[in-house]
């Protein structure tokens, strides 16, 4: 709610139909990511290279593992 004050009350369609959009390309994208990529890497490389790559993804999101 907090974003939402102060904004445009007309902006609010546009705010909604962009916020859907993004939704569903994250959706598409992790479907992706599940289906194809992990069981690649998977099959492809080894326990140390997985991990590798685990924490290079997580630190991309500020996570660590």
């Known amino acids: 709610r907090l974003l939402l004050e102060g904004l445009d009350p007309q902006a609010?369609?546009?705010l909604k139909a962009?916020?859907?959009a993004?939704?569903?390309?994250?959706q598409a994208h992790l479907q992706t990511e599940?289906?194809?990529?992990?069981p690649s890497a998977q099959a492809g490389l080894d326990?140390?290279?997985q991990?590798?790559?685990?924490r290079e993804m997580a630190s991309r999101r500020g996570l660590s593992l």
């Open 12 to 14: 609010l369609p546009r």
């Open 18 to 20: 962009a916020a859907e």
């Open 22 to 26: 993004f939704t569903q390309l994250q």
């Open 34 to 38: 599940n289906e194809l990529v992990l």
């Open 47 to 49: 326990a140390q290279a």
């Open 51 to 54: 991990t590798a790559m685990g």
